[in-house]
């Protein structure tokens, strides 16, 4: 795959302390050639006021394990990794108290400067489907950002 180099889960789930991901509780579970997972908790953070699994709560989860894996192909001391652009069709719920969603992302297109990675969002008991996201991925230059 097009990983810049070797890293471990135990490195990756670093980058979740003290942000959104690690607030609600996505932990990042497997890493593959050519996809990365994470999982997350349906709960009293990711649920919406009718007991069901919040869109932005998937929409959250494709984003961090699509912009972790767009720098995971790039060279970090260079490059970021940024979300530009974010899609998610919602196709069944998941209950709030019934367990996990699994989320994994793989590529759609690796460029020099953009990136689309997909998320496949499941029922971590059932593996029905609850949501497909897609994210384009700007990889910019550090020396540039301000």
């Given at each position: 795959m097009a990983w810049f180099k070797?890293?471990?889960l135990e490195v990756l789930n670093e980058l979740r302390a003290c942000n959104m991901a690690h607030h609600i509780g996505i932990?990042?579970?497997?890493?593959?050639?050519d996809y990365l997972e994470g999982k997350m908790p349906v709960d009293h953070r990711t649920a919406q006021p009718?007991?069901?699994?919040?869109?932005g709560a998937s929409c959250v989860l494709s984003e961090t394990l699509g912009s972790?894996?767009?720098?995971?192909?790039?060279d970090p001391d260079k490059y970021a990794a940024v979300g530009i652009?974010?899609?998610?069709?919602?196709?069944?719920s998941a209950i709030n108290g019934k367990g996990d969603v699994i989320g994994r992302c793989e590529p759609v297109h690796i460029g020099r400067s953009t990136h689309v990675?997909?998320?496949?969002?499941?029922?971590?008991?059932t593996g029905?489907?609850?949501?497909?996201?897609r994210l384009t991925v700007a990889i910019i230059?550090?020396?540039?950002?301000?």
């Amino acid at each position: 795959m097009a990983w810049f180099k070797t890293y471990t889960l135990e490195v990756l789930n670093e980058l979740r302390a003290c942000n959104m991901a690690h607030h609600i509780g996505i932990e990042l579970t497997d890493i593959g050639e050519d996809y990365l997972e994470g999982k997350m908790p349906v709960d009293h953070r990711t649920a919406q006021p009718f007991g069901i699994l919040h869109g932005g709560a998937s929409c959250v989860l494709s984003e961090t394990l699509g912009s972790i894996a767009a720098w995971m192909c790039v060279d970090p001391d260079k490059y970021a990794a940024v979300g530009i652009e974010i899609n998610a069709n919602h196709v069944r719920s998941a209950i709030n108290g019934k367990g996990d969603v699994i989320g994994r992302c793989e590529p759609v297109h690796i460029g020099r400067s953009t990136h689309v990675w997909q998320t496949d969002i499941r029922h971590a008991d059932t593996g029905k489907r609850i949501c497909l996201s897609r994210l384009t991925v700007a990889i910019i230059d550090k020396k540039d950002r301000s």
